[in-house]
């Protein structure tokens, strides 16, 4: 997973990254926004828009993030996976 949407997106969900990501792999669940592993193509875009530092490479998650790497991966496998962010 190129990108990983980590917990400083709770309850913020301020959603700049989904307006530049050119695959619309960014969903959004009831607390937070997901990137979807499968269809990000690690172009980078969003990082720099998240207003909360929330999104980073897959390699650079912080220590204490490091669930959200599992997180971002197995929320598309659930029974019910985020959608597609409303605008």
Do not use: W
């Not at 917990?7 to 913020?12: D, F, L, Q, S, V």
């Not at 009831?30 to 990000?40: A, F, V």
């Amino acid at each position: 997973m190129p990108y990983v949407i980590t917990e400083a997106c709770k309850g913020t969900k301020d959603k700049s990254c989904v307006d530049v990501c050119p695959v619309d792999c960014i969903y959004e669940g009831p607390d937070m926004l997901y990137i979807h592993p499968d269809e990000c193509i690690d172009c980078g875009a969003c990082e720099p828009e998240c207003p909360v530092t929330a999104i980073f490479p897959e390699e650079d998650v912080p220590t204490p993030q490091q669930s959200y790497i599992q997180i971002n991966r197995e929320i598309f496998k659930s029974p019910t996976p985020p959608g597609r962010p409303t605008r």
